[in-house]
DNA sequence: TGTTATTATGTGCATATGCACGTTTATACG
DNA sequence: CGTATAAACGTGCATATGCACATAATAACA
């Protein structure tokens, strides 16, 4: 018999996923007091700061272009993000609108609440180290660079 | 100004999405090999110690029960598992057929290059400990049991 | 300048996710 | 036994997720 050592671990990804379910549950019980959801109170954060184009966006979410397309839709049809011409023909501007900062601003009362509710629960020292492994972990596993091009 | 551990620590839930994807990502560039998505090895694998039911499947997996019913067509479709009668007429059992077996075994292998490479990655030790952690919060954060009855 | 490569984006498809609501079948109980 | 309750499951809806493919517009270059 082999030595433990060359033993895979329990499948990470699996752990990943379920802890993310029950996460995401978590803060959208907090979040839906005011219509809104995890991936959408990230997308309205990320554009408070700077309008920035599709692109951009999806880079600094680090999320497939085409999923945050259409997680636009439900920002823009509630009036929060404008979908404004970008710099040349192609491009096209995210950008938040005064209603949209206004709710941003709510949002990111109630996200506190629940950030909070969160540490209370598991720890404050905990979710701190789990941040930071999370951070490191992205660090290390670069996205799928489109198969060197 | 408030001593800094007042303030709430940076989005873990945020983090843990994007970490999701992320991994999602790199292990399904193994499966994709034969055709098969990470969550549904979750379920061969969960299939293959015995046969459950729907509810007891999805407790297992911790996800959501409708979830799981709509999850299960490809692998019923594909003739990996099969939904037969129950031990009484409300519950369904999901059984693992022989060539679901047989694929899972083989699935098994492509998952089991899959950690490894995620273990080479980001270095063993490293991946034991964020299971530990993932396992941990797990564990602390129960599901959102339906409201107090 | 005309052709080619690159950039930025959209759409179709197949799942993943969970809530609200509805149906069927058991069980509990008066 | 009949009725209220509970258990097990399905479906509609709204998003989340990313791959393959298609389009439009710009940049690169012969």
Redesign the pocket.
């Known amino acids: 018999m082999l030595p433990a050592d060359c033993d895979p671990l329990p499948c990470t990804g699996a752990r990943l ?1 379920k802890l ?3 996460m ?2 978590f803060y ?1 019980q907090h979040l839906r007091t005011i219509g809104i ?1 995890l ?2 109170y990230s997308v309205l954060m990320n554009l408070s700061t700077q309008p920035q ?4 966006l999806a880079d600094r979410l680090e ?5 945050l ?3 636009l ?2 920002l823009v ?1 509630s009036g929060w993000v404008e ?1 404004a011409p ?1 710099a ?6 995210l950008v938040l609108t005064d209603a949209g900062q206004r709710f941003r601003t709510q949002a990111q009362q109630v996200w506190r609440d629940a950030q909070t509710a969160l540490e209370a629960q598991l720890g404050r020292s905990f979710v701190a180290d789990l941040n930071a492994q999370l951070e490191h972990a992205l660090s290390q596993l670069k996205p ?1 660079l489109a198969e060197a091009n």
């Open positions: 996923r993310t379910r029950r995401t549950s959208e959801r991936s959408q184009t599709l692109l951009q999320m497939d272009r085409t999923t397309t259409r997680s839709k439900p049809d979908v970008g040349d023909a192609r491009k096209r501007l799928a």
